[in-house]
């Protein structure tokens, strides 16, 4: 059975992983300081560590590197075209990554051949092959929910008119396509940070609910959000709402709510444009969905096309905590299939 190493790149930290192709995972996971804000050259010894830790501590042969990646991601050159948490300051001005050189060192490094994409695409294919779509999605689409939303898109060969032999993830003409999470909600909307007006992503990103929160406590609800953080707004997190949530604060499942309803508007969207048997939301926001997910299902309902609303199942994503090391792994099994 092969065997690959998945590496999760971000902006804290870098973890690695042997994967097997059934998804079964090897030896210890390694983390490092994966040095996104100290230049390039940093990024590719910390990413190299812990490829060469991973394969030494997993007792099989390693077959290939699987490096999931925020950012708009060439694989066929090697390229990170743009990734706005990486770079360095230089004469005072946070420089970011554009048209970074990463497979081609990281091979020469590792000896091993290295595919790489964007985390938010892996994640979804590693969902797709390890997830809720082992065996049995024609067509995944996926939401990953956190600091910023990211999406993917994966076929099956027979989801398309024409012959071609899946998995097939939909990248786009230029290879950055499945943006869902810059996909308008409201015209003229609140503002996001990747520069845009009403995206998705300014309404339904960790920060977004964090200050809905915020917001309506400084007018006056009363909660146990602020309880629970002993006044001090600045360490609310989605987890701290949720956990108000379970103890029935109104305020933590209005705010639920209404991410879930906004949430529910993107899917049913998603929905009418690529008709998925399976659509997943995953990333660290998923495990409040136990207080959003009857709302999102409830909008969705509204907005997707009937026969194609009904053929689908929206669900949780099964590989939250695991997502960029399958993801990265995923990316690797392709490559070398």
Not at 15 to 20: G, I, K, S, W
Not at 41 to 52: E, L
Not at 53 to 82: F, M, Q, T
Not at 91 to 106: A, E, H, N, S, T
């Amino acid at each position: 059975m092969k065997c690959v190493i998945g590496v999760d790149l971000g902006g804290t930290n870098v973890r690695a992983q042997a994967v097997l192709e059934d998804g079964q995972l090897l030896g210890e996971r390694v983390q490092h300081p994966s040095d996104a804000q100290s230049g390039v050259d940093p990024v590719i010894q910390a990413v190299s560590h812990v490829i060469a830790e991973a394969a030494a501590n997993c007792g099989a042969d390693v077959s290939a590197v699987g490096l999931a990646v925020p950012g708009h991601i060439d694989d066929r050159s090697g390229l990170v075209k743009w990734a706005p948490n990486f770079g360095q300051t230089i004469d005072g001005v946070f420089r970011y990554w554009q048209d970074v050189q990463l497979k081609r060192p990281i091979e020469e490094q590792s000896g091993l051949k290295v595919a790489m994409g964007n985390d938010a695409n892996a994640a979804a294919l590693g969902e797709y092959k390890f997830g809720v779509g082992r065996n049995s999605a024609k067509c995944l689409v996926m939401l990953t929910l956190g600091t910023g939303i990211g999406g993917g898109i994966v076929m099956s060969g027979d989801t398309v008119f024409g012959k071609a032999e899946g998995p097939l993830l939909m990248l786009g003409g230029n290879l950055g396509g499945a943006e869902l999470g810059h996909t308008i909600l409201s015209m003229n909307g609140l503002d996001s940070s990747g520069g845009a007006y009403g995206t998705l992503e300014a309404y339904c990103q960790r920060d977004a609910i964090i200050r809905r929160a915020q917001h309506r406590l400084n007018r006056g609800y009363k909660s146990l959000i602020g309880e629970l953080v002993e006044g001090e707004w600045g360490k609310i997190t989605p987890a701290t709402i949720s956990q108000a949530a379970d103890q029935g604060d109104g305020l933590a499942l209005e705010i639920w709510r209404e991410f879930g309803q906004f949430l529910g508007i993107s899917v049913g969207s998603l929905i009418n444009i690529f008709a998925p048997d399976v659509l997943a939301i995953g990333g660290q926001v998923s495990k409040a969905g136990k207080h959003f997910m009857p709302h999102l299902l409830a909008e969705s309902r509204n907005i997707a096309a009937p026969t194609l609303g009904r053929d689908c199942e929206i669900m949780i994503a099964e590989q939250v905590e695991n997502a960029g090391i399958l993801g990265g792994a995923a990316l690797a099994l392709e490559a070398i299939r």
